[in-house]
C-alpha cells in the first residue's frame, strides 16, 4: 500500500468553505495513497470560524472546533469516498462523552466512517490546564489494508499500549501528534519508533507543525512526518522507511508491505513481539 503521512500547519479560516478548500487540496495532493494520516489536535484549526475572541479562548476554542465536527466528518467521508482512500482525519475535541472533551481521531474509509480512537492519556496540560479528559478504550480497526491501531502522540510512550494492540492482531499504528518543543516531538518520535521495534510493526507519525499565533493550545508546533519500521532485517536498517524535513510541511510517502510484519515477527534477526512475554516473566521474578 502508499501510505502518506502529513506534517500539517494550523490555519485561519473565514469561512468553513476556506476549511474545505484546503482538506481538499490536501487530499489531492496525496492522490494515489491508500492510507492518510493527519495530526493530532489538527482540527482545532475550525476554532477560528469563532472569531479572534473566540479562538483565543483555551475553553471557547474546545467547544467552537466541536461545533463543526459533524460538517468536517462529512468533507471527510465525501473526500475519502472520491479518492478511494483511507483517511484519519485529524483529532479534534468531541464533547459527546459528558461535560469534559475527549481528544478524539477517526478513521474514514471508501465507504464512510470507519470509527473512532480517544486518547487514552492525557499530558499535564490537558489534564491540568485544558481540562481534557481521557477516554479508556483501545481498538482494533478491520480495515481492507490490514488491522490497524491508533495512539494519539503521548499514547505512543507507553509500551503496554502498543502491546495490547499488537496483541489483538495490530500490523500498523497510528500516531497522530502535536508537540511545542523538539524535545516533545522527539518523545513521541522515539515512542513511535520502540513500538514499531518491539512489536515488529509499522508505525505512521503524523504531526502539527508552525505557529499559530491566535490559539494558545497550539501557539507553536514541531515535527517532522515519517514511517516506522521494525530494523530487524525486512525494513531499512535505521528503522525509518520514510521521514520528512524538520518543520517543513507536506506529505511523506511510503510504499509498505504490510505481509512483511508477519514474516517479521516469524523470521526476523530478532524476535521482540514473540519473545516480549518472556520479558514480562523475567520482570515478575
Not at 479562538?55 to 478511494?84: K, M, T, V
Not at 488491522?147 to 509500551?159: K, T, V
Not at 522515539?190 to 509499522?202: F, K, P, T, Y
Request: charged letters at 20%; hydrophobic letters at 45%; one cysteine or more.
Amino acid at each position: 500500500m502508499r501510505i502518506a503521512a502529513a506534517a500539517y500547519p494550523i490555519d485561519w479560516f473565514d469561512s468553513f468553505d476556506d476549511y474545505e478548500a484546503k482538506l481538499t487540496r490536501w487530499v489531492e495532493d496525496a492522490a494515489g495513497a491508500d492510507l492518510l494520516v493527519f495530526p493530532e489536535y489538527g482540527a482545532m484549526e475550525l476554532a477560528s470560524l469563532g472569531g479572534p475572541e473566540v479562538a483565543g479562548d483555551l475553553e471557547r476554542s474546545l467547544h467552537e472546533a466541536a461545533a463543526h465536527s459533524d460538517a468536517a466528518a462529512d468533507l471527510h467521508a465525501r473526500l475519502a469516498a472520491a479518492q478511494g482512500c483511507h483517511i484519519l482525519a485529524a483529532s479534534g475535541p468531541c464533547f459527546d462523552a459528558g461535560a469534559r472533551p475527549v481528544n478524539r481521531a477517526v478513521l474514514f474509509g471508501p465507504s464512510g466512517r470507519i470509527g473512532h480512537q480517544d486518547k487514552q492519556i492525557m499530558t499535564r496540560f490537558e489534564r491540568e490546564s485544558w481540562h481534557v479528559v481521557a477516554a479508556p478504550g483501545l481498538r482494533v480497526f478491520e480495515t481492507a489494508l490490514g488491522r490497524i491501531g491508533i495512539l494519539i502522540c503521548y499514547d505512543s510512550e507507553f509500551p503496554l499500549l502498543g502491546r495490547a494492540l499488537a496483541e489483538a492482531g495490530v500490523e500498523m499504528l497510528l500516531v497522530p501528534s502535536c508537540t511545542d518543543t523538539v524535545a516533545g516531538f522527539n518523545r513521541v518520535r522515539i515512542g513511535a519508533m520502540a513500538r514499531a521495534l518491539e512489536s515488529q510493526c509499522v508505525v505512521v507519525h503524523a504531526p502539527t507543525v508552525g505557529s499559530c499565533h491566535w490559539n494558545p493550545a497550539l501557539d507553536e508546533n514541531r515535527g517532522r512526518a515519517a514511517i516506522y519500521g521494525p530494523p530487524d532485517g525486512f525494513w531499512p536498517e535505521t528503522g525509518i522507511i520514510a521521514e520528512g524535513e524538520m518543520d517543513r510541511p507536506g506529505w511523506v510517502f511510503a510504499e509498505v508491505e504490510l505481509a512483511r510484519v508477519g514474516r517479521s515477527r516469524r523470521e526476523g534477526a530478532v524476535l521482540p513481539f514473540a519473545h516480549w512475554p518472556e520479558s514480562v516473566q523475567s520482570a515478575r521474578r
